[in-house]
């Protein structure tokens, strides 16, 4: 069974890049049976996907997002990552990573709030 | 304004059933795999329904999915208080902004 565990800096001030890595265990990130991803969720709002990445490396971003996004994968580590530029106080919120399988995100990492304040 | 549309909120007793709905286009629910997730108050979602009516190990059959068109709906039957949570239904937009979509959630309310 897999696990995913957020981490990074829970506080980022405006303009500046959030970064946050998602380390998984229980399973290898280069396996073809699955793909990941992250979503975020504003306090008090719904889900939004951030975008995801294949183990073939390709990518797939929120066209919200995209110009201010990058998912890459460090396959050494087991870990992928989240960089999201220029950040503002929109942007607070509590950022998940997940696993894909069957078209479905079915492992969640517990979730990390990130704040965006100066 | 979400992609997918959900009541906002549903309410039923103890024991009762409950449908939650989801409404979308051919561009995702209409072509692609619908997926249910339940959301208990500071946690995690959790996956509850993949590939429309399937259901991962270890959760109650009391959990069915259907797909119709470019509906789907959650069924819950025999309602305990432990199933208040927030409910998401997810898909592939497979438009021109391609991409994983969400409804906007529903609360679910045991009175």
């Known amino acids: 069974q897999l696990q995913l565990q957020e981490s990074g800096p829970g506080l980022v001030k405006p303009s500046e890049t959030l970064s946050l890595t998602c380390t998984v265990s229980?399973?290898?990130?280069?396996?073809?049976?699955?793909?990941w991803g992250w979503i975020r969720q504003p306090p008090g709002k719904g889900l939004e996907w951030i975008g995801s990445?294949?183990?073939?490396?390709?990518?797939y971003y929120n066209p919200s997002l995209k110009s201010r996004v990058t998912i890459s994968v460090d396959t050494s580590k087991n870990q992928f990552s989240l960089k999201l530029s220029s950040v503002t106080a929109a942007d607070t919120a509590v950022y998940y990573c997940?696993?894909?399988?069957?078209?479905?995100?079915?492992?969640w990492g517990q979730g990390t709030l990130v704040t965006v304040s100066s | 304004q979400s992609v997918l549309t959900q009541p906002p909120s549903v309410s039923a007793a103890p024991g009762q059933k409950v449908t939650i709905s989801c409404s979308g286009s051919?561009?995702?629910?209409?072509?692609?795999?619908v997926s249910w997730y339940q959301q208990l108050p500071g946690t995690a979602p959790k996956l509850l329904i993949y590939?429309?009516?399937k259901r991962p190990s270890g959760i109650p059959d009391r959990f069915s999915g259907s797909k119709s068109g470019t509906s789907a709906t959650l069924g819950i039957t025999g309602l305990q208080t432990g199933d208040e949570a927030d409910y998401y239904c997810g898909t592939w937009d497979s438009s021109l902004s391609a991409g994983e979509v969400f409804g906007g959630g529903t609360k679910l309310t045991v009175l």
């Open positions: 229980g399973g290898s990130i280069s396996s073809s049976s699955y793909y």
């Open positions: 051919s561009s995702n629910i209409g072509n692609n795999y």
């Open positions: 997940g696993s894909v399988s069957s078209y479905a995100f079915d492992y």
């Open positions: 990445i294949y183990y073939s490396g390709s990518t």
């Open positions: 590939e429309n009516n």
